[in-house]
């Protein structure tokens, strides 16, 4: 029962590096969202997916951008890393009902410096 | 547009006391309620949820939540705190007549501490 997973977990980038962050889930779930977690500032929405082979926008995309190429896995890229993007990184995903509750994974790391 | 508030960044109750966390919303239309529980260095786990009919959910770990239309609020509750509850709480919410309804949008988060 792996659920969500995320790699990797911690990360330090230098200005103006780039990476990608993997998020796969087994539970066959439609719906696959990124967040990120700062202080005081809750979870805020970068990208989300409604199925494979779809990405859409959310709270804080600037910056970021996102592929789903395959229904389980959903991928967040950073072109060009900056300070402002130092943060704790969820990856979450979900059925697709209304009522559904999310799933997270156990959060990315990151340090830009 | 759905917002969440979570008025209280921190709350503090000794051990075996009755704890409350607060939470309320706004929404265009019905809300669909959710309470999270972020234990350090994890990620976020599911609680419980409003969907419709009962006002009182009950959840995981003991916890219950009271849906309150008129006062637009989802307080999160225990009858008897245990300091394992400590750990941060997040409020969050869907508004189903909103474009992108299947999002899910956070409040700030509360600290809880169970003293004991």
């Known amino acids: 029962n792996a659920g969500v997973t995320q790699t990797p977990k911690f990360r330090v980038l230098k200005t103006g590096q780039s990476m990608t962050l993997l998020c796969a889930q087994d539970?066959?779930?439609?719906?696959m969202y990124w967040y990120r977690q700062d202080p005081g500032m809750g979870l805020r929405l970068i990208h989300y997916s409604v199925g494979e082979g779809t990405t859409a926008k959310g709270e804080v995309p600037d910056g970021y951008n996102v592929s789903r190429l395959k229904k389980q896995n959903f991928l967040l890229g950073l072109e060009s890393a900056a300070p402002s993007q130092t943060s704790v990184y969820f990856c979450?995903?979900?059925?697709?009902?209304?009522?559904?509750?999310?799933?997270f994974g156990q959060g990315t790391r990151l340090t830009v410096v | 547009a759905q917002s969440v508030a979570q008025p209280e960044d921190q709350v503090n109750v000794a051990e075996g006391n009755p704890l409350t966390v607060k939470c309320t919303y706004s929404?265009?239309?019905?809300?669909?309620l959710f309470w999270y529980v972020q234990y350090p260095n994890r990620g976020l786990q599911f609680l419980l949820k409003y969907i419709t009919g009962d006002n009182l959910v009950k959840g995981s770990y003991g916890f219950e939540a009271e849906f309150n239309k008129s006062q637009t609020s989802f307080h999160l509750k225990k009858p008897s705190a245990l300091v394992s509850d400590s750990a941060l709480y997040f409020c969050?919410?869907?508004?189903?007549?909103?474009?992108?309804?299947?999002?899910?949008?956070f409040g700030t988060g509360t600290r809880l501490t169970v003293i004991p």
């Open positions: 979450a995903s979900s059925s697709g009902g209304l009522g559904t509750e999310a799933f």
């Open positions: 539970m066959n779930h439609e719906y």
């Open positions: 929404v265009s239309g019905n809300p669909y």
């Open positions: 969050a919410v869907r508004d189903i007549k909103q474009t992108g309804a299947n999002n899910l949008f």
